[in-house]
């Protein structure tokens, strides 16, 4: 998800906080403090336009091109599937530094943020008018549910199922619904065009992140131990 800044708007991406970071805001009563640091862990990580983005920023979008974008999302499970099968089951849990997740937690990170996040704003934003859509941190749900002792199998096939569930929903819409709007905490207003932005950038730091715990595993000579 780490040098402290100072608070700022968000950019577009789901909010997500490291487990270290969220570790480091518990206060002495155990409830976890609410800030806008923009760590340096996973979704907050900056990068340059990706062809979805590309793909629906420029007016006069076609419904081709919504396509492609919802194909992507649909994607996202296999190949996340896919890099998985490279990394031995006992490194699912390894954490190469304090303010990572492992390869296990990036795959609950997915599952409940698909379910908990995109899954409540796509409905609310079809069915409501503008409504207001709260923030996720995904920091603190990977303490609070304790990501790292929970099964990989059973992790991924939770996220393949609301993934597909979310997909079926998006191939049915209409191109002028994705203009319908919502107010996103920390973040503004947005549309459903912005949120399903928001999804592909989201699938794809979380697939470098898996290909970076990959590569890291494979130039790595000792012993490695989950944290």
């Known amino acids: ?24 805001r518990l206060s002495n009563n155990g409830r976890l403090a609410r800030t806008r640091d923009l760590p340096s862990f996973g979704c907050y990580r900056q990068k340059k336009r990706t ?8 007016n006069g979008d076609t419904p081709a091109k919504l396509e492609n974008l919802i194909l992507g999302l649909a994607q996202t499970p296999d190949r996340v599937a896919r890099l998985l099968t490279d990394i031995p ?11 990572e997740f492992s390869a296990l937690e990036n795959i609950c990170h997915l599952r409940d943020i698909e379910a908990e996040g995109y ?27 304790a990501y790292n002792d929970q099964q990989v199998s059973e992790a991924l096939e939770a996220f393949v199922i609301v993934r597909q569930r979310n997909v079926h929903i998006l191939r049915q819409i209409k191109e002028e619904q994705l203009d319908r709007p919502g107010l996103m905490e920390g973040v503004g207003e947005i549309t459903l065009r912005r949120l ?19 590569e890291r595993l494979s130039l790595s000579t000792a012993p490695l131990q989950s944290t």
């Open 119 to 145: 899954t409540t704003r796509i409905t609310r934003i079809l069915n409501e008018d503008c409504p207001r859509l709260s923030d996720i941190d995904g920091g603190r749900l990977a303490v609070e549910r």
């Open 51 to 58: 062809n979805s983005q590309q793909d629906l920023s420029v």
């Open 1 to 24: 998800m780490p040098v402290r800044r100072q608070p700022r708007l968000l950019p577009v991406w789901l909010p997500c906080v490291s487990w270290a970071e969220s570790c480091r």
């Open 196 to 214: 399903l932005l928001m999804m592909r950038e989201h699938d794809d730091e979380h697939l470098d992140d898996l290909r970076l715990i990959r």
């Open 89 to 99: 089951g006992q490194n699912l849990r390894v954490r190469f530094s304090p303010s």
